[in-house]
């Protein structure tokens, strides 16, 4: 099908040609002005009452305190009444000047609540007052409606923004031209020029309040930015210092400890088996704490670590876990139920830290005890309780009172996979940790 038409080219295609920048400049101004003065016009905008941010106000006590809060009503409500006034006076009072008055102190006093609104109140209020009013000398704002008018485009641009006020200025200027134009035949003098005039002024001074507030809130919001970066770099290089601290401390000691434990048996002459046993067990947990101390201590003292390519624990070395708890005295037994399967390395990881924690607490809290662990691998997760008996003589040996980060450390360790944990005492005077581990079934990890 040919695309011309029988009149000529066919136009179906017309709206999706692009446009200019002068016909987007023009049609973004134009959805600039429908957002700004005829969108919710008269939508209800409150003026807030003024909070005592200043030192005078923070002075004040009591109900003077209270009515300083609404100095900004006050100060509108009193140049309406200024605007009253005035029309009073210049329509010699009666009828005509209480209603000219009246046209006057309402579109003031509307910017309290609906400030756009006010504004074309205002330009209504002005026409009826210039056909009502008693005065034909200026046109077309009498005095009063000059007041009323200045004061409108003043308290809405404080309470709108910059591009608003230059609408208002613009469409006052248009009204302006269009009263002179129709009506200049019938009045000797048209104060559109002054009007204008005074109006830019208080509309620049406005615009500059506004650009000056809202540097002040950048120059804010990047103050505080920076006091949290310096905060968080302090932090940084404290846990740095810490770290270091910490490392040279708990390293020279544990590096005692196994060069002892490992001379110690060359210091006796035919040591028994079991002691040479008990000092190798010794070192090797020695050395064993040395590297998860250098490898924990590494991520805390530099941003940029890197985690180890050595492989994490997993529920596979549980054994051996808990052959060295039995070494030290520690009756453990384990119970698996279910289909052992691979996990995430996060839930492996995670499982057998829970366990070695609270095996730990057992030997701290109830030396002595026996303690039992199960693990179920059911079809939504896994399973996990960790049980320990009371301490056979508590009045004997003196339970070690722990640091009490254990509990909390398995909590976050279960919040972090969204599962569920309980750890309480058990009716035999012992303690139990219960915790299920949820693992998305192969068909719900995505692909």
């Known amino acids: 099908m040919h695309p011309d038409g029988p009149d000529g080219p066919d136009d179906s295609y017309e709206p999706l040609r692009p446009r200019s ?57 009193a140049a309406g009444a200024l605007a009253m006034l005035i029309a009073w006076v210049d329509d010699q009072g009666g009828g005509v000047g209480l209603l000219t008055g009246l046209l006057a102190l309402i579109p003031v006093l509307l910017t309290l609540v609906r400030p756009v609104g006010a504004f074309w109140l205002s330009l209504a209020a002005t026409t009826i007052t210039a056909v009502v009013g008693t005065t034909y000398s200026e046109w077309p704002w009498l005095p009063s409606s000059f007041v ?23 469409l006052t200027a248009a009204y302006g031209f269009v009263a002179e134009t129709v009506f200049s035949w019938d009045h000797d003098y048209t104060n559109t020029a002054p009007m204008l005039v005074f109006s830019a002024i208080l509309l620049l001074a406005v615009t500059v309040w506004h650009i000056r507030r809202q540097a002040e809130e950048e120059v804010t919001a990047q103050q505080t930015v920076t006091a949290h970066e310096r905060s968080r770099r302090t932090l940084l290089e404290e846990r740095t210092t810490i770290a270091r601290e910490l490392h040279d401390v708990v390293a020279h000691h544990m590096s005692v400890v196994a060069i002892q434990a490992e001379a110690a048996p060359y210091r006796v002459e035919n040591p028994p088996p079991e002691l040479e046993k008990a000092f190798v067990t010794i070192r090797e947990n020695a050395v064993a704490a040395l590297t998860e101390l250098r490898r924990v201590l590494g991520v805390v003292r530099a941003e940029d670590y890197e985690v180890p390519d050595a492989p994490q624990p997993t529920l596979a070395e549980l054994d051996g876990l808990l052959a060295n708890v039995r070494e030290t005295g520690l009756d453990v037994e384990k119970t698996v139920t279910g289909a052992v399967r691979e996990l995430p390395q996060g839930v492996e990881l995670s499982a057998y830290r829970i366990v070695q924690e609270a095996l730990s607490n057992t030997l701290r809290h109830a030396p002595g005890a026996s303690a039992r662990v199960e693990i179920g691998y059911v079809l939504g997760g896994l399973g996990l309780r960790i049980v320990n008996g009371a301490p056979p003589n508590p009045t004997l040996i003196k339970p070690s009172p722990g640091a009490g980060h254990g509990v909390t450390g398995m909590r976050e360790r279960v919040t972090m996979l969204n599962g569920g944990m309980t750890a309480e005492p058990t009716p035999d005077g012992g303690y139990e940790v219960t915790v299920f581990l949820p693992v998305p079934a192969p068909s719900e990890s995505g692909t």
């Open 148 to 170: 009323t008018h200045l004061i409108v485009l003043t308290v809405v641009a404080i309470r709108t923004r910059p591009r608003t006020a230059a609408w208002m200025w613009l």
């Open 21 to 77: 920048p002068e016909f987007r400049a023009a049609a973004e101004a134009l959805r600039g002005l429908r957002q700004d003065l005829f969108h919710d016009a008269f939508a209800y905008r409150p003026l807030p009452r003024k909070e005592p941010a200043g030192r005078l106000l923070r002075r004040l006590k009591g109900r003077k305190r209270e009515y300083a809060a609404w100095s900004r009503q006050a100060m509108v409500g």
